[in-house]
T-cell receptor, first 112, second 116 residues
Framework: QKEVEQDPGPLSVPEGAIVSLNCTYS??????FMWYRQYSRKGPELLMY????GNKEDGRFTAQVDKSSKYISLFIRDSQPSDSATYLC????????????FGKGTHLIIQP | SQTIHQWPATLVQPVGSPLSLECTVE??????LYWYRQAAGRGLQLLFY??????ISSEVPQNLSASRPQDRQFILSSKKLLLSDSGFYLC???????????????FGSGTQLSVL
């Protein structure tokens, strides 16, 4: 079983829809959870950073962490064509020496 | 504000040739520095990280090496490239910690390397 599972997509939705992106993980030691957005042939850009369980909102983006289910989500409200990108989840353990563990990314397409 | 510079953006090299990719960070001191490789369908793979000048930790055995000659400079090298070295190489930095742990990573724009 891989440490972090993420559906590669592509996920195609119409403009204005609510988008839900998800990752599951197996390592119960993970405490820090991040979402990165990556446009084609560019470096990933940090979108959301959360610690432990709960929700965090930033504009149109909401990150949710459910540690009991080992499941994290990123919601995008009022999706725009400019949101079309690959979204990578990442996570790490407290004091872990292995850096971040990334999902493989979900390719999202917002149709105008 | 902090910025990270990575070059070149695209590189085509023959098999067996050497490689040198450079990354520099501005606006911060003593950052942790990282080299990642991203291959299609395989996600981001951590290659090297550094918590200080001359301190390099290797995560994956390969024919690549890394060096940190200055506080904010990180170099990825190879003496002889293999076909399997093709990929998208990303440099990243994070605020200093003793190990490459849980800090937020800030990535450069990447280098697309094609080995032919």
């Amino acid at each position: 079983q891989k440490e972090v599972e993420q559906d590669p997509g592509p996920l195609s939705v119409p403009e204005g829809a609510i988008v839900s992106l998800n990752c599951t993980y197996s390592n119960s030691a993970f405490q820090y959870f991040m979402w990165y957005r990556q446009y084609s042939r560019k470096g990933p850009e940090l979108l959301m950073y959360t610690y432990s369980s709960g929700n965090k909102e930033d504009g149109r983006f909401t990150a949710q962490v459910d540690k009991s289910s080992k499941y994290i989500s990123l919601f995008i409200r009022d999706s725009q064509p400019s949101d079309s990108a690959t979204y990578l989840c990442a996570m790490s353990a407290v004091g872990g020496a292995d850096g971040l563990t990334f999902g493989k990314g979900t390719h999202l397409i917002i149709q105008p | 504000s902090q910025t990270i510079h990575q070059w070149p953006a695209t590189l085509v090299q023959p098999v067996g040739s050497p490689l040198s990719l450079e990354c520099t960070v501005e606006g911060t001191s003593n950052p942790n520095l990282y080299w990642y490789r991203q291959a299609a369908g395989r996600g981001l793979q951590l290659l090297f990280y550094s918590v200080g000048i001359g301190q390099i930790s290797s995560e994956v055995p390969q024919n690549l090496s890394a060096s940190r000659p200055q506080d904010r400079q990180f170099i990825l090298s190879s003496k002889k490239l293999l076909l399997s070295d093709s990929g998208f190489y990303l440099c990243a930095w994070s605020p200093w910690t003793a190990t490459a742990t849980n800090e937020k990573l800030f990535f450069g724009s990447g280098t697309q390397l094609s080995v032919l």
